[in-house]
């Protein structure tokens, strides 16, 4: 098979996947990590802007989540406050769908090393799954930040239990 793969065991095979989308994701964000020492002060200067004002963004949304739902639990309506984490992760659901297509395909048909790790020897299904999880993190990174942190917010405001905690973060 590719790669030196024997057909010996389902275990083996397993394995030798999972060694090798792992090797091509160390080597992506190697070679990501030497694209940003290497660029310029304006280019990184520029991300740690962004970050910090997705950060920002962030909190902001977490704390005024923070305060809707105590005024609406002063006022009597909590019945109403149940929706709200429904109503985000519906939205996560929602974003995450309709990027998915966009990032699939970029990831796997419009990418300019696809040739070039066909020819790895490494399983077809590694350079597959390393190119999904290397073009989805961002979109789950970008709609995590918001998200978790108005969950966690939520159950602050609401006096849950640690075990909701535990939950958001997984």
Do not use: C
């Amino acid at each position: 098979g590719r790669g030196g793969l024997r057909r010996v065991g389902a275990g083996l095979v397993v394995t030798a996947l999972v060694t090798a989308t792992l090797t091509l994701l160390e080597s992506g964000a190697r070679i990501r990590w030497n694209q940003v020492r290497r660029s310029s002060w304006r280019y990184i200067l520029g991300w740690t802007i962004f970050i910090i004002f997705m950060a920002g963004l962030a909190i902001t949304f977490a704390l005024a989540i923070n305060v809707s739902v105590r005024l609406a639990g002063r006022t009597g309506s909590t019945p109403d406050l149940t929706a709200v984490p429904g109503g985000l992760l519906v939205g996560v659901w929602f974003f995450t769908f309709v990027t998915g297509f966009g990032v699939s395909l970029s990831a796997l048909y419009l990418a300019n090393d696809l040739e070039l790790l066909m020819a790895a020897p490494v399983p077809i299904h590694a350079v597959f799954s390393a190119k999904l999880f290397q073009a989805s993190l961002p979109t789950y990174l970008f709609v995590a930040l918001p998200a978790l942190p108005s969950l966690w917010a939520y159950g602050l405001a609401q006096h849950y239990n640690p075990l909701y905690f535990v939950g958001v973060l997984t």
